[in-house]
């Protein structure tokens, strides 16, 4: 019969549906710390440093041993595979600071993206191959849960029928594999800010990409407690000439969640998109507040969003390691509030919390 199929395992059930609920722990979300090496290594060039090893390790070492405090209001990490490996100046793995703070280490197993062939020049992501292995391997490292991005343009005639499922069938053989081995999938169909698209475009394209990867997820029986949502919030195009409301904003997007995301789902954790701080922390505070139906936890998983004043306030001098873990705090504790809808517009300030994080095409 089409309809047969078998469940998970019933304990790999819960503590599947276990991590996943206590990465969206009231008041808490993710920070997300996994650039590739290409990608921290611009972030480096700004500060004056060489894209090495150390370098790169130094700066992921400000992040892992800022205060205890950070665990109230950062639940997890998204790794990128070199740091999983990496040590403290005193020998600690990152992954045991981790653990003693209470944060729980995921990684991110995309393998970025290449052209998708005969599209309306869209990009496909790859990495699926040998995903099942790497998998394993991450989980024997003691990391809990895993990302995977699948990006998606906004234009007149895209993204494309082709595109949407595409991003959808890939994302739900990514989230299958990765309960194969007993990791959560955090699942990210990212919808771009790129573009002149108003939010009433933005929010359709983002109601159908929703609904195609949750037909596909049901269709690969991906276990949806055991999973997370990493969506982009439905904001007007970066060069739309009309700028709408965090409230228009609340409103836009949790429309197109209740109309494709199963309640089943614990949790969504927003990706900032190239929102500055504190742009992202106001449309979280505004999401959260709305009086609408909300059947999920509403978080953050912020990247930019929580480390654009760490980069300006570190410029890369071992003096400023802490006023720059200081910010960090400061953000995480911002957006924490606004988890829960107790954000005051400008209540926490930040050495770059009202400049733009966007960069167009912006890769990982």
Known sequence: MTTYFSYLDPKLQEELKKTAEAIVAPGKGILAVDESNEGIGKLLATVGLENTENNRRKYRQLLFTADDVLSENISAVILFDETVYQKADDGTPFMELLKKRNIIPGIKVDRDVVPLYLSEDEVTTQGLDDLAQRCATYK????????????????????????IQDTAQVLARYASICQSQGLVPIVEPD???????DIVR???VTEVV???????????HVFLEGTLLKPNMVTPGQACANRNTPEEIAVATVTALLRAVPAA???IAFLSGGQSEEEATINLNAINKVQMKKPWT????????LQASVWK????KDENVKKAQLELIKRAKA??????????????????????????????
Do not use: M
């Not at 929703?210 to 690969?220: C, E, G, I, Q």
């Not at 509403?298 to 969003?305: E, H, V």
């Not at 954000?343 to 167009?360: F, I, M, P, Q």
């Open 265 to 267: 789902v614990p949790g």
């Open 191 to 197: 919808v771009l800010l790129d573009g002149h698209h």
């Open 202 to 204: 933005a929010q359709k």
């Open 140 to 163: 024997k490292q003691g990391c809990r849960f895993a990302k995977w991005r699948c990006p998606l343009k906004i234009r007149e005639h895209t993204p494309s029928a082709q595109a």
């Open 313 to 316: 306030s570190w410029a890369g």
């Open 210 to 220: 929703l609904a195609a990867v949750y037909k596909s997820l049901n269709d690969h």
């Open 298 to 305: 509403l978080t953050f998983s912020y990247g930019r969003a």
């Open 335 to 364: 957006n924490g509030l606004a988890a829960l809808g107790k954000y005051e517009k400008g209540a926490v300030t930040t050495a770059a919390g009202d400049a733009s994080n966007y960069s167009k095409n912006h890769k990982y």
